[in-house]
């Protein structure tokens, strides 16, 4: 890789300062996305920030109906916490289905969200419990945060400190795995989030993570003509889009079959 | 340039690194622990696995300076002195390793695996390898060894 | 060392450890580091190439360029084995330079190597490189580059063909379809393949001035053969190269002689006096290690009216790549021919082929060397030809089996098969996999929404002539009270020194643990065949039979002499020495011996030993679901005719590995490029590798018919799991899928291909 320089940073306006101080600066949390960018000079970078040593940085802490979840715990970290499974089964199994156990090690919330990878398996569970992401200037609502391939409503000097759930009533993942990476090569996550009300977050088919609607509508059922429609569900040569677009429905049934068997 | 400190299979070293160093690059140049093997630049094939503060990691995707301060074990350390953890002497009664490349890497994500599951049951383990490729032994052998392992491991607690 | 741990191969210790000594661990003071500036086009004329500033960078030592290795010495990459066109032509040969000159012709051809203080130093002066490209049109597709519309990849080649081959007789073979009551043809693709062993390539090289002789750390299948090839790509003499023997990490078929690198590092070590490494990263493994398999087979069969084959015949295109490298003309040639018909007695065989090139990494031999790609395009045809006419697949293959007292058996097409007991390995296969009980248990997956399928290979196997006169090892006692046998096979993971040091034990009666291998060592004037075609065990290990023979002769007076009886009195039986109601073991004769007179016991033992017919009975029994298209392998049975086993253990292993790379092409692999010859699948982000519990439950088993062909009675194993899985996994899949009007299908059967095929058939 480039040379660049190295900090840990001890604070969140530190890390900031360091942000707007250069344009080829980069934050650097679990590393196993911009590590391997780096290795291979796709990105060049003057400084990386570490900011995993932040205050608070890996906290997991269920408080009442809110699940507070620090950008910086580990994949591993949230898949084994004994009240993150109480809280939310899809979103600890989810967390136990991303990479593999080296990757889990590493990996965090806060570097997956931020990084918004089409194929990621976290922004489904983001997008389907509806939670909301703090950085140090404001909090955002999933709604809104996810906007494109790779892209996300943050700001450039922006940085997550955590994401704040709600309790479901219930919810599940259902992942089908790339062959290669081990990413989603599509994947659902439904949730009941109140007596009438659904969400089915939808990551790995299309460009970005996707609510969908008729699905939503269904309201935990699964309906004998519910398909999945998308402007731009992905195509290329380990799978069509027709094939992914088939996925989403199959896996929504295999959440929505899961449910029943919590 | 940083100035670390790495504790490494029990001896503490303090080393001066370049920033872009990857921790496996700098234990196998820089220390000549050359048990932790390089065999991919995607972070997919595991053969650099190693335990950092107890957990499984790929070294090639972790930068020496991320290590700092850290507790490492390696390959190298695993076995107490003249005697072979029971996961080495696993692989070898199962026949577990052909050429020998992954084997460090492989011995280490099941070092991983049993100490947080102690007693896997086969999909368990295939999940817990699902980050370390091997070409040479079809991983038969190699699930066997975990189960040996797992039970030699069990036998020694009890 | 724990109490009582034995490891279960001598090799083990090390590897357990971190201990072994794989190519890059090694580390001499002042060594430099290369990195080699690679072609990003498949097709090009370089116009212009400017290297001054990727020499002024600071750090960096030598840069060298064509130019530069032509003037020291550098000739090609090898091809050592050439054809016969079918009427009697040359060969067309299209060698590739160690560096390219002027032209490049597949992306990823080295271009230049940059020497520096390290790797990363390198890597950041080769980015200064100008280099300006003429691109030119590709030719990709194997089958379109013969077409008048592909651009010519060289001069001397039209059409892009290397040859065109042929082995059997057309004339019969024409008459038999011409009668034929039936015939079926089936058109395969054995897809192009990586070989990916998981150490990367990589070379070190280091060059003693005062004795004129540069030493070379590599990956590497035999020294001889890398030694003598590694002369000829860079110029050296054979007697200043000394390939070091350390551990290899896989190696496939791959590593049988030097790629551009080798050469160029043992020039620089020359040139530059000190050590120099290279360690390939992955992604340049991917661009640049010989790729796999990628050959068409279009097969024909013809059956009489009681299903007895009369013919089979093959058109075969063969992708070579964009230059002759190393084995391509062995595999489209030889190895697709030698075991065309399979386990069958068939008297008409005719095959062509056509070696042809393309834009493309060039492709050598990888697990098999188009003998499993052989053997699945007929046992594919065989449970196709079953299918199309109304035949049980199992009562077709016994019908047509070669007839045991038919052996040995000459093929139509000039093979002589020593022995292959189809029948016997068949039954025993369809015992443990509860075959006729299949029925049942498709449906009850059925009852769960899941296709289950089963399938089989009967397959032969052709193992490796050898291109030695013959093989040679050597023993001598050492003055450490161990016995050191030198050969020239070199092991890649197999275990070979565990196994030649079962086969000591048993012919001299001398403890396994007392017994050293060293492959090659540079001082010795052995002769013999590095490892690759299955042989070593037969080959090398009959050599090693053979000095034990020689070594009891020499022993013999010592032992004489020990029990104190006449020369004539003593005889070796069973693992001791007898004389007159006494016993001694060589162990005790040798352990009195004083040091002098135990380092002058040597031996020399020699065997020729030529190709054997490994065979075998695979079933796999497979699950699909129709929801995802995703195949689930529930069980494989593999029976397998080896011959003489010598190590039970290290032989599943083999058939464990062979199988699972079987698996890995039935599945997931495949090398893809688009239409300008850009590799779309450059790393394992995109090429899909199998994975621990990919095959969760593999029960095999041998049954022993010991070969006369060589003084072990062995047969080889390597490539065997490779031979046998591809049909095997394939026909389990077919069973799936055909009641749902699928017949064909060509591999790898990922999930989204299965599914649109369920789909399309459906609609």
Not at chain 3, 169 to 185: C, G, I, L, R, Y
Not at chain 3, 274 to 295: K, Q
Request: aromatic letters at 6%; proline letters at 4%.
């Amino acid at each position: 890789m480039y040379s660049f320089s190295y900090q840990k940073a001890q604070s969140v306006d530190q890390a900031c300062a360091a942000l707007t101080r250069s344009d080829a600066s980069r934050l650097l949390s679990g590393g196993m996305t911009l590590i391997p960018s780096l290795k291979h000079r796709l990105i060049q970078v003057d400084e990386l920030i570490d900011i995993t040593g932040l205050p608070g940085w890996r906290d997991i802490q269920v408080k009442g109906h809110h699940l507070w979840v620090g950008a910086g715990a580990t994949h591993q970290s949230v898949s084994r916490h004994p009240d993150v499974r109480k809280f939310s089964i899809g979103l600890a199994e989810l967390a136990g289905m991303i990479g593999d156990p080296q990757v889990r090690a590493r990996g965090t919330l806060g570097g997956s969200v931020a990084n918004n990878d089409p194929a990621a398996d976290y922004p489904a569970a983001v997008l389907g419990l509806n939670a909301t992401i703090k950085t140090q200037k404001r909090e955002i609502a999933a709604d809104d945060f996810f906007l494109g391939m790779f892209s996300t409503a943050l700001a450039s000097d922006e940085i997550i400190e955590g994401l704040s759930f709600t309790k479901p009533l219930q919810s599940a993942y259902a992942k089908f795995r790339h062959a290669a990476t081990g990413y989603a090569m599509a994947g659902v996550f439904v949730a009941q989030i109140s007596k009438d009300q659904w969400r089915v977050a939808v990551t790995g088919a299309t460009d970005c993570v996707c609510r969908w609607d008729e699905a939503e509508a269904a309201a935990g059922s699964v309906p004998k003509n519910l398909r999945f429609v998308h402007d731009s569900v992905l195509d290329d040569i380990h799978a069509p889009s027709t094939y992914r677009a088939h996925l989403v429905n199959t896996l929504y049934a295999q959440a929505v079959s899961r449910l029943a068997s919590i | 340039m940083s100035q670390i400190s790495l504790n490494i299979n029990g001896t503490t070293q303090k080393l001066e690194v370049e920033d872009r160093a990857l921790l496996a690059d700098v234990l196998r140049d820089k220390l000549k622990l050359t048990g932790t093997h390089v065999g991919c630049d995607t972070s997919q094939c595991g053969c650099c696995t190693l335990l950092m503060n107890g957990d499984t990691v790929k070294s090639c995707t972790v930068l020496a300076v991320q290590a700092n301060g850290a507790q490492i074990t390696t390959i190298e350390g695993l076995a107490s002195g003249a005697n072979l953890h029971p996961i080495q002497v696993a692989f070898s009664n199962c026949h577990a390793l052909q050429c020998g490349f992954c084997t460090p890497g492989m011995i280490m994500a099941t070092a991983g695996l049993l100490a947080n599951n102690p007693q896997p049951t086969d999909a368990q383990i295939h999940e817990g390898l699902a980050g370390n490729l091997c070409r040479c032994t079809g991983y038969i052998n190699i699930v066997e060894s975990v189960k040996q392992a797992a039970s030699a491991m069990q036998e020694k607690q009890a | 060392m724990n109490a009582r741990f034995t490891p279960s191969r001598q090799e083990d210790l090390s590897l357990i450890t971190g201990k072994g000594h794989f190519t890059a661990d090694h580390n001499y003071p002042g060594m430099l580091h290369a990195y080699v500036i690679r072609s990003m086009h498949a097709h090009a004329h370089i116009k212009h190439l400017n290297l001054e500033a990727v020499r002024a960078y600071p750090g960096v030592r030598w840069v060298a360029s064509a130019e530069d290795l032509k003037a020291m010495g550098a000739g090609n990459i090898v091809n050592p084995v050439t054809a016969k066109g079918k009427g009697g032509e040359e060969q067309v040969l299209a060698l590739m330079p160690i560096l390219a000159e002027g032209t490049v012709r597949f992306v990823g051809q080295p271009i230049a190597v940059v020497f520096a203080v390290s790797a990363l130093c390198a890597q950041d002066a080769a980015e200064l490189a100008e280099i300006e490209f003429e691109v030119l049109e590709a030719s990709v597709d194997p089958e379109q580059t013969t077409l008048p519309s592909a651009v010519q990849l060289h001069g001397n080649a039209p059409r892009n063909v290397s040859v065109h081959f042929a082995s059997g007789d057309a004339e019969p073979v024409n008459a038999a379809f011409a009668k034929a009551t039936f015939t079926s043809q089936l058109r395969v693709l054995s897809q192009r393949l990586m070989g990916v062993p998981m150490e990367p390539r990589a070379v070190v090289a280091i060059h003693d001035e005062v004795a004129g002789i540069t030493t070379v750390h590599t990956p590497h299948q035999g020294i001889l053969g890398m030694r003598n090839f590694l002369a000829l790509a860079s110029g050296a003499t054979p007697e200043s190269l000394r390939i070091d023997a350390n551990d290899v990490g896989g190696s496939f078929g791959l590593r049988g002689g030097p790629y551009s690198e080798h050469a160029a590092l043992v020039l620089a070590a020359r040139h530059l006096g000190c050590a120099v490494s290279w360690v390939g990263s992955r992604s340049e493994i991917f661009l640049s290690d010989w790729h796999g398999r990628a050959l068409i087979l279009n097969g024909e069969i013809a059956l009489d009216v009681e299903g007895h084959i009369l013919a089979i015949r093959f058109k075969d295109r063969v992708d070579a790549g964009a230059y002759n490298c190393m084995m391509s003309t062995f595999i489209g040639t030889r190895n697709l021919s030698i075991t065309m018909g399979g386990v069958y007695q068939i008297p008409a065989l005719f095959m062509e082929s056509e070696v042809v090139y393309t834009n493309t990494t060039p492709v050598s031999a990888y697990r098999g060397a188009g003998r499993p790609d052989i053997a699945y395009a007929i046992e594919r045809l065989v449970d196709f030809a079953a299918h199309q006419h109304g035949y049980d697949p199992v009562a077709l293959r016994r019908k047509n089996f070669i007839a045991e007292s038919a052996f040995p058996y000459k093929t139509a097409n000039g093979s002589t098969i020593d022995t292959c007991l189809s029948e016997k390995l068949l039954d025993r296969a369809l015992a443990i996999s509860h075959y006729a009980t299949f029925e049942e248990r498709r449906a009850q997956s059925l009852s769960q929404g899941k296709f289950r399928g089963i399938g089989l290979s009967t397959f032969l196997e052709a193992s490796g002539a050898g291109t030695a006169p013959k093989d040679q090892a050597w023993g001598e006692f050492n003055a450490n009270g161990n016995l050191y046998v030198y050969g020239v096979t070199g092991p890649s993971g197999q275990g070979h020194s565990t196994s030649f040091a079962s086969i000591i034990e048993k012919a001299l009666g001398w403890p396994a643990d007392r017994v050293r291998y060293e492959a090659g060592k540079a001082n010795q004037k052995l002769l013999g065949n590095g490892t690759g075609g299955s042989r070593s065990l037969y080959g090398a290990g009959s050599a090693i039979l053979a000095m034990c023979h020689q070594m009891l002769e020499t022993i013999k007076p010592h032992a004489a002499k020990t029990m104190g009886v006449d020369i004539a009195q003593v005889h070796f039986e069973n693992g001791v020495w007898l004389a007159n109601g006494s016993t001694t073991t060589t162990a005790q004769i040798i352990d009195a011996l004083k040091n002098e007179d135990k380092t002058s016991l040597s031996a020399l033992g020699e065997a020729t030993s030529g190709a054997t017919y490994p065979n075998g009975c695979h079933v796999a029994e497979v699950e699909i679901d129709p929801a995802t298209g995703e195949t689930h392998l529930i069980h494989y049975y593999a029976v397998d005719d080896l011959g003489q086993v010598i190590s039970p253990q290290l032989v599943r292993g083999q058939v464990h590995g062979g199988v699972v790379q079987g698996w890995g092409q039935a599945f997931c692999e495949q090398v893809v490029y688009d239409s300008q010859g850009q590799l779309l699948t450059g790393s394992f982000m995109d090429y899909a590798m199998p994975r621990a519990g990919c095959v969760p439950h593999l029960t095999n088993e041998t049954y022993e018919v010991r070969t006369q062909l060589n003084l072990l009675g062995s047969k080889g194993v390597g490539e065997s799991g490779c031979t046998g899985s591809l049909p095997a996994l394939a026909n389990a899949v077919m069973s799936a899928l055909r009641p749902y009007g699928i017949n064909q299908m060509d591999m790898p059967f990922t999930a989204p291909k299965i599914w649109a095929a369920l789909q399309k058939a459906k609609a």
